[in-house]
Each structure stands twice: as structure tokens, then as C-alpha cells.
């Protein structure tokens, strides 16, 4: 008798997970490294890619081990209650808004690894998915659930050094705002190409502001 895994019927959280370990191990070339990772100047000078190939790249094993974990946790069943490309274009909207919060409020010079903001993109679908049910046992639950860990992870920078807190704000804020679009459009495909608009509009934003505005 099989056991069904929880990366069941989630082939995009599955391949995901799979290409940022491939990365993860690429990273070690300097070639594939410093032409993915997050760098403001460069994003400023066109390489707009590097606002989503971030989540590719991480700082140590206990970075994508988090990361990928957390992805294995939120990921399967927002996939599957969305659809595969709504999915696709939640993780790249969410990615994109964490790197364009560090390209704001950051130190022009910074430079940035890692799927946090993607991360905590589902974390805020998640949330307003159980504010939505919040006067039943379980929103009530999950909630406070929520909380904590938004709590434990906003303490996070107190103690430990070089975290891109501002991925995890914009991330956070980009899934909540995808979750709204998609509560509120019931046509998913019409969701969908307005999540990838808002993403294509974030995108551009490095053509036309200067890095570290708010530094």
C-alpha cells in the first residue's frame, strides 16, 4: 500500500525544490554565482533577472535547508488549491518584491542569496487565507500559529547577521496581495496574467529608480 507524499499533485513545488539544490551545488562556479545573484547596480543597469534568480543561490546548508523545508510545508497545497502556471507566477511575484524591497530600502551595494522572499510569499497567502476564516476554531489557530512565527522570524536580524529582512517584509506584503487577487477574480487565468503583470511591473522598477532609496 503507498503512502501519498505531500509533493503529490505539486510537480511546480517539486521541480522547484529540485532546481534550487542543483543551483545550490552550481553555486560553487563563480561564473553561474555572480551572474544570478542579486546585486542593485546591476538590476539598475538591465540584468533584471537577478531579481528572481536570487532564490537559486543560498548561503550555507542550513539556508536552503530552511528554505526548501518551509517550500515543502506552504508550497503543495497552495499548488494544488491554484493551479500549476497560478503557482508559478505567486512564487515569481513574490521573489521579485522581496529583491525590489532590498533594492529600496538596502545599502545600493548589497548583495543578496537566497528564496526567503518567495518563502514568505506563501507564508502571507497563507495568513490571509486564515484571516479570511478567522472566526472559526481553526482561523482562530492558525493565527496565532502564523504569528509566532512571523514573530520568531522578525527577531531573526537581532541575532543573526546579514539577513535580508527586507525580502522577507516585501515577500510577505507580495503574497497578500496575490492572495487578494486571486480571492477576488474567480477567473484563475485571469488571476494568473494579472499576478504575472504585477510581476512584469516590478520587474522594470530598477530601470527607472535608483538603488537604496530609503538607505
Known amino acids: 500500500m503507498s503512502t501519498m507524499s505531500p509533493l503529490d499533485g505539486a510537480p511546480v513545488t517539486r521541480a522547484i525544490i529540485g532546481v534550487t539544490v542543483v543551483f545550490y551545488l552550481l553555486q560553487r562556479i563563480d561564473e553561474v554565482y555572480l551572474n544570478l545573484v542579486y546585486f542593485g547596480p546591476a538590476a539598475a543597469d538591465g540584468e533584471l533577472w537577478r531579481m528572481v534568480t536570487v532564490v537559486l543561490l543560498h548561503g550555507g546548508l542550513w539556508h536552503i535547508g530552511f528554505n526548501m523545508y518551509a517550500l515543502y510545508i506552504f508550497g503543495p497545497a497552495i499548488e494544488r488549491s491554484l493551479g500549476r502556471s497560478a503557482f508559478a ?8 518584491v522581496g529583491s525590489l524591497f532590498v533594492y529600496v530600502i538596502s545599502d545600493p551595494r548589497t548583495q543578496a542569496v537566497g528564496a526567503s522572499g518567495a518563502i514568505f510569499g506563501l507564508l502571507g497567502m497563507w495568513v490571509y487565507r486564515a484571516y479570511r476564516v478567522r472566526d472559526t476554531v481553526m482561523g482562530k489557530a492558525q493565527l496565532r500559529q502564523y504569528g509566532i512565527m512571523i514573530a520568531v522570524n522578525a527577531a531573526l536580524p ?8 527586507e525580502a522577507h517584509v516585501g515577500g510577505f506584503g507580495a503574497g497578500v496581495v496575490a492572495a487578494i487577487v486571486f480571492a477576488s477574480i474567480k477567473d484563475r487565468k485571469i488571476a494568473t496574467a494579472v499576478v504575472a503583470g504585477l510581476t512584469l511591473v516590478v520587474l522594470a522598477v530598477p530601470l527607472v529608480l535608483t538603488p537604496g532609496l530609503l538607505s
Not at 507566477?89 to 521579485?96: G, H, I, K, N, V
Not at 537581532?158 to 529582512?165: G, H, R
Open 89 to 96: 507566477s505567486l512564487y515569481l511575484l513574490t521573489a521579485a
Open 158 to 165: 537581532l541575532f543573526i547577521p546579514n539577513v535580508a529582512w
